[in-house]
């Protein structure tokens, strides 16, 4: 067998057979520089598993967990009301034809699910798919490498609106637009607990706008908003409907994060519009085939004005200009 650094370190972490141990220890006995190599290795070996073990993570915000919770409420209703209605006007014939004969036919029948017992009520079944979304929403939001990805129509109905919901849009802005929904309903899982302890790493976020401008051939510049008392906290690449949509956090002084979105757009320029996503204020506009939306929660009170000064670029650029 040859002995060489690769066999060396199987031996340290212990992937070797007996015999073929039997064989590196008469090696490491006639010559010392192995012997010497092998003690190297073993002082550099990482115990992984039981530093993991070992590890303390910090607990999940309370604040996150009441905005789960709420999606999860706001979801559940929806969905509730939707299947609702759906049943109304599927029995609505079935009502009109034996009314006269069976009193209380014309009471709304929802079909179960075959992966849930008949007596299983229905809000309980409606709660299945909601807090499977909220859990995935949830995943994305702590990953570094998040993408985000929904088929046509999941969650939304032809308009690009949650059925059911109560979200206020003018359909006149960009707003009603469903990635600026989608976009809006992300951040919503954002506080200010979940990134006041991240700080960015300069390497790592040139590295990320480079890829953006080069790699997604978007001309991104993101603006530094510290003379409006934003800190940067990071860029992300996500996508929708595989089209590459860039996520930057912003943290203000007080209140919850707020996020700039951009996306490719080949459509006209549009000037900036407010509106309202469910509980998020968004600023939207639309230059040079980019749109773009400043998203924030309703306590971080009105964006309209920030947004203006971003859309005029009155700010100087991070990571160099385009």
């Not at 309370?62 to 929806?78: H, K």
């Not at 300069?202 to 790699?215: F, G, K, L, Y």
């Not at 919850?256 to 080949?266: G, M, R, S």
């Not at 519009?273 to 980019?290: F, G, I, K, P, Q």
Request: with cysteine.
């Amino acid at each position: 067998m040859k002995v060489d650094d690769t066999v060396l370190m199987a031996y340290v972490d212990d992937e070797l057979s007996p015999n073929e141990r039997q064989q590196i220890e008469d090696e490491l006995r006639a010559h010392a520089e192995l012997a010497d190599k092998v003690a190297l290795f073993q002082a550099s070996r990482l115990t992984y598993r039981e530093a993991f073990a070992t590890q303390k993570l910090p607990p999940v915000p309370a604040s996150l967990i009441r905005r789960v919770d709420d999606l999860i409420r706001a979801q559940t209703e929806a969905a509730r009301i939707s299947a609702a209605a759906q049943a109304q006007a599927a029995a609505a014939p079935v009502a009109s034809a034996q009314a006269a004969n069976m009193p209380g036919a014309n009471d709304a029948a929802i079909q179960h699910s075959a992966q849930l017992p008949p007596s299983a009520p229905v809000r309980s079944r409606l709660r299945i798919a909601p807090a499977w979304l909220a859990v995935a929403f949830v995943g994305g939001a702590f990953c570094c490498g998040v993408v985000l990805r929904l088929a046509p129509g999941v969650g939304f109905g032809d308009t690009g609106k949650p059925a059911g919901s109560a979200t206020t849009v003018a359909s006149s802005t960009m707003g009603s637009l469903p990635w600026v929904q989608v976009a809006a309903s992300y951040q919503q899982l954002y506080s200010r607990d979940t990134v006041a302890h991240l700080w960015p790493d300069e390497s790592d976020a040139q590295s990320t706008v480079d890829e953006i401008r080069n790699q997604d051939g978007i001309a991104l510049r993101v603006p530094d908003l510290s003379k409006a008392g934003l800190r940067f906290i990071r860029v992300q690449r996500l996508k929708f409907h595989g089209r590459p949509l860039v996520q930057i956090v912003y943290l203000p002084q007080k209140g919850d994060p707020v996020a700039l979105c951009v996306i490719k757009e080949d459509k006209p320029n549009q000037s900036v519009a407010s509106s309202r996503v469910d509980t998020m204020n968004v600023v939207t506009w639309r230059e040079s085939n980019l749109g773009y939306a400043l998203i924030g929660a309703t306590s971080n009170g009105e964006l309209a004005p920030l947004g203006k000064e971003i859309a005029e670029r009155r700010f100087d650029p991070l990571f160099g200009s385009v």
